[in-house]
């Protein structure tokens, strides 16, 4: 399945180069040619997952390249979503980098056989980790919402009208989009978390252990909790909100990969170079 | 002989600062005009002040002398040193200061070329002068004639088809903040003119309630009732913000009229839902800083400006075209003008009544076939004598008047009464 994998990523460094063709010149031709190559990509690389999973009778997440292949193609599914649901075209300018960029370095890494493949088959965790890949992603677009909402905001607070003002769609639409993306990552890590602490108690015996992974998760949750919060409460919104959609993703990234290098914990199989 | 001369400033030679330290309420428009009426040095005059000009229209004796005195007018009328606004201005004479008055009143100057508006700016401009008596036969005639040629550059070119004004530039970035414009609130503050047809613009794209804040109550309520709107009292702005997203400022206040504090406290009661002011109004009514704070959005008359270019290549090439009508209207104008010399009105009167004169008298001998030669001659004689008697008192008349003020008014009465061509 090699080769389909390879394919994938192909068709999806196209769709980033159409994407960046649609931001230049403008052409909603181009757009959908991105659209339609980030659909293929997507079936292309959904193939390849489940052909992995079956041969390797788990869940696909036994080393970093399994990994990244997942997230990858978590963002690709909840970006495909989310640009049917609100017709935010532009929104592929970041989500197909992003996607193309893990592919590429997925496909680059060492891809070590499981240790401990048995760990991994339990229907629990088969939730656990769909729902927090899923939710990962949605934050990883929120962050690029953010990110496309603080270039609009300042091109209009600057009144210079500059490449971006006309390319960009409206902060209404940018801030609502962001939004929601965080209300689904949020709805997906909590049950994320809910699943991981349920196994958690059936594999260790005991729902909390202060591993750094099990806090840094925490604190991830903590932060989008406080978010969601604000908004509800005091109106956070438009650049605070976008800002806030970027710092988050940061600790977000933290808890994904940077607690696995760097503090160790027992989500280590997962990140197995 | 006058001559027509302009001078003024405008959003290309003065940042909005200085065009807010120049402009004229209504008040200090007719208070200045009855000061320039009673000033010997300037004959005729219209002043004209919107938001992107301040011009000065005049016809003078002695033009340098003029221009030096009116300049010097307007600094100690506004009391700022004439220094400071100086070199923003430009000046035009004769042919060219008619040639601009034409192509302002065309809206070919305009921030927005072919932005409807100013003709109705220079009309009410006009009106004042001439309740006032400042307009004379100069300045009557030139800007009848303004007026004609503006309408039609409207109506045989298409620069006034994309209707891009102020008010649909703001338009378009009201959808770069909102995404639609259904559905929001719109506040006015202020009810004049330039603030009316922005809501126009507005409705058509189905936005929701129309709020109007006005010192005068009532003109606000009519306002309100003629947008199906609602009328608020001008000290309940700040309370009424909470209940709007889009807020139109164009009041002749001299001060802001929205302060950053107040907004700030508004944001937090509207829980930092997007607020977007229009502020149309030179001087400024919303405090520039409101800008810097989160999800509040504030757009002066030069801001909005930046937002038209688009289509701006499309009417230049229309602009062409209503170069053309101006440039024709122009020379028109030119030979009315020259007519006011003496001598050709002289002239002319005398060829009318002359070529009257021979024409019946050719009808009268035609029917008279039985009379003689010498008949004829004396006949002709009378008429010649006629003639000469009938225009001695106004040649006269006219010749003597020709040293005093009242020249151009018995020049062009004289070519009215007897319908005097002006191509002569």
């Known amino acids: 399945m090699e080769s389909v994998f390879i394919l994938a990523t192909i068709i999806y460094v196209f769709s980033c180069v159409c994407y960046f063709g649609y931001l230049f010149f403008q052409k909603t031709v181009l757009q959908r040619i991105a659209a339609g190559l980030m659909i293929a990509g997507f079936a292309l690389h959904t193939v390849s997952l489940v052909a ?67 760990l991994l088959k339990s229907w629990w965790l088969a939730a656990h980790i769909t729902t927090i890949f899923f939710g990962n992603a949605a934050f990883a677009l929120a962050c690029g919402l953010g990110m496309l909402y603080l270039l609009q905001e300042s091109a209009i607070k600057k009144k210079t009208r500059g490449f ?31 699943t991981g602490v349920v196994y958690a108690k059936a594999i260790w015996g005991r729902f909390w252990s202060w591993d750094p992974k099990e806090v840094w998760s925490a604190i991830t949750w903590l932060f989008y909790a406080a978010l969601l919060h604000e908004r509800l409460t005091v109106g956070w919104r438009g650049r605070r909100m976008a800002i806030m959609a970027m710092i988050g993703f940061g600790v977000l990234l933290f808890t994904f990969f940077g607690v696995n290098f760097l503090l160790k914990g027992h989500h280590g199989t997962f990140t197995a170079i | 002989m006058r001559d027509i001369v302009l001078f003024g400033l405008n959003h290309k030679t003065a940042s909005v600062d200085v065009r807010e330290c120049i402009s004229f309420t209504v008040d200090e428009t007719e208070r200045a005009l009855l000061m320039l009426r009673d000033n010997p040095a300037i004959g005729e005059s219209v002043l004209f002040s919107t938001c992107n000009r301040i011009e000065l229209l005049m ?73 006032k008596k400042n307009a004379g036969v100069i300045l009557n005639k030139l800007l009848h004639r303004t007026f004609s ?32 414009l259904e559905g929001k609130r719109v506040m006015l503050v202020g009810a004049g003119e330039m603030a009316e047809l922005a809501v126009e613009h507005l409705i058509r794209n189905r936005v929701g ?23 608020v009292k001008f000290e309940e702005i700040v309370d009424a913000i909470n209940e709007v997203d889009i807020v139109i400022s164009s009041t002749g206040s001299s001060e802001y009229v929205l302060q950053k504090n107040q907004i700030k406290e508004a944001m937090k009661s509207r829980r930092n839902r997007s607020l977007f002011f229009i502020d149309i109004a030179v ?39 209503a170069q053309r009508i101006i440039d024709e209207a122009v020379i028109g104008f030119r030979k009315w003008y020259d007519t006011l010399e003496v001598v050709p009105t002289i002239v002319s009167l005398r060829g009318k009544v002359e070529s009257m004169a021979r024409r019946e008298l050719e009808k009268t001998l035609g029917t008279l076939s039985h009379l003689s030669e010498a008949d004829k001659r004396a006949i002709e004689r009378m008429t010649g004598a006629l003639v000469n008697k009938i225009l001695h008192e106004p040649t006269d008349f006219l010749k003597r008047e020709g040293c005093h003020g009242s020249k151009f008014a018995s020049l062009d009465l004289t070519r009215k009464l007897f319908k005097l061509e002006e191509n002569h």
């Open chain 2, 59 to 131: 016809a003078v004796d002695e033009r340098e002398a003029a221009v030096t005195i009116a300049k010097q007018f307007i600094a100690e009328f506004k009391k700022i040193p004439l220094s400071q606004f100086e070199n923003s201005l430009y000046q035009y004479a004769g042919d060219d200061a008619v040639r601009h008055t034409f192509q302002v009143a065309a809206s070919l100057d305009s921030m927005v070329v072919g932005e409807p508006q100013i003709l109705g700016q220079m009309k009410s401009a006009y009106y004042r002068a001439t309740l």
């Open chain 1, 52 to 118: 992995c999973g079956v041969r390797a009778g788990n869940f696909p997440v036994n080393n970093l390249h399994e990994t990244l292949s997942v997230t990858a193609w978590a963002v690709a599914a909840v970006f495909l979503a989310f640009f049917f649901k609100y017709k935010l075209k532009i929104l592929g300018i970041f989500a197909a980098p992003l996607i193309t960029l893990t592919m590429i370095v997925a496909n680059q890494i060492p891809k070590p056989i499981s240790q401990d493949p048995q």
């Open chain 1, 164 to 194: 971006f003002f006309s390319r960009l769609p409206s902060l209404d639409l940018l801030d609502t989009t962001g939004y929601a993306c965080i209300v689904v990552g949020f709805s997906m890590i909590t049950i994320g978390l809910i």
């Open chain 2, 283 to 321: 001087p400024r009514d919303i405090d520039p800083d409101i800008n810097r704070i989160n999800n509040a959005y504030v757009y002066d008359i030069d801001d909005l400006k930046g937002i038209v270019d688009v289509n701006i290549e499309d009417r230049n090439r229309e602009a062409v075209k």
């Open chain 2, 149 to 180: 040629v503006a309408k039609k550059v409207r109506t045989e070119t298409g620069i006034g088809d994309h209707a891009v004004s102020i008010s649909y530039a703001a338009i378009e970035l009201g959808k770069k903040i909102f995404g639609d």
């Open chain 2, 209 to 231: 309630t129309i709020t109007v804040a006005n010192r005068t109550f009532s003109r606000g309520l009519e306002l309100a009732k003629r947008f199906h709107g609602k009328a």
